[in-house]
């Protein structure tokens, strides 16, 4: 990785089409067979949730390789008031320069600048042997359950959670939920598929390791 080259600058109106390209050649095939993750991204910049200051773009020589989006998000806790934190994703490099460590760099960056604004915590889904690396445990072990997972598991080994405050999370009980607009492309297949049908075509393919087929 070559971080003297890098430049992460947030995001403006006119990267919207270069980066969602990007999002969906970073996703493409990996967890469901195309992807949905690049109109979720364009749908979210209109939600009031979103946080167009942490919508970061990483260049290396000029050329976009990289993109993560933050938005606003709670924790439900059991005395009924919502704990504010935040989430993060999608998250993407380019195929090319992926594994290189470009996608840590972009997220180490992008989670300090979340701290200055003031987060407490930010909460995702993930594979904790790479998000491990950059500060994220298991949230069960802070007290936080995710609601989509089987109640009868109390470790869900793929909800993470960070700490941006030391001690935020101290005594907390509580449930956390994906934002609403994270399920766009699920709720809105026809509006997809007519945005979708405006790049170029992809085939695709069932491939090992996905976590949807259909």
């Given at each position: 990785m070559n971080k003297e080259n890098c430049v992460i600058r947030v995001e403006q109106p006119q990267d919207y089409r270069e980066v969602e390209n990007l999002t969906r050649e970073a996703f493409w095939n990996v967890y469901q067979p195309g992807c949905l993750e690049h109109y979720v991204l364009h749908c979210y910049r209109e939600q009031e949730g979103f946080i167009p200051q942490l919508s970061l773009i990483l260049e290396l020589d000029g050329k976009m390789?990289?993109?993560?989006?933050?938005?606003?998000?709670?924790?439900d806790l059991e005395d009924g008031s919502e704990l504010p934190i935040m989430t993060?994703?999608?998250i993407s490099i380019a195929p090319?320069?992926?594994r290189q460590g470009y996608g840590k760099y972009l997220l180490d960056y992008s989670l300090s600048k979340a701290a200055q604004m003031g987060a407490g915590a930010i909460a995702m889904c993930g594979n904790i042997d790479f998000y491990g690396k950059c500060g994220f445990g298991l949230a069960s072990e802070k007290g936080v359950r995710y609601e989509d997972a089987d109640p009868s598991d109390p470790i869900v080994p793929y909800f993470l959670i960070r700490e941006l405050k030391k001690g935020f999370l101290d005594g907390i009980k509580g449930t956390?939920?994906?934002?609403?607009?994270?399920?766009?492309?699920w709720e809105d297949p026809e509006g997809?598929?007519?945005?979708?049908s405006t790049f170029p075509?992809?085939?695709?393919?069932?491939?090992?390791?996905?976590?949807r087929t259909e």
């Open positions: 390789i990289g993109h993560v989006m933050y938005a606003h998000s709670h924790i993060f994703g999608p090319p320069f992926k956390y939920k994906d934002p609403k607009p994270y399920f766009i492309g997809f598929a007519a945005y979708d075509y992809k085939e695709k393919l069932v491939t090992t390791g996905q976590l």
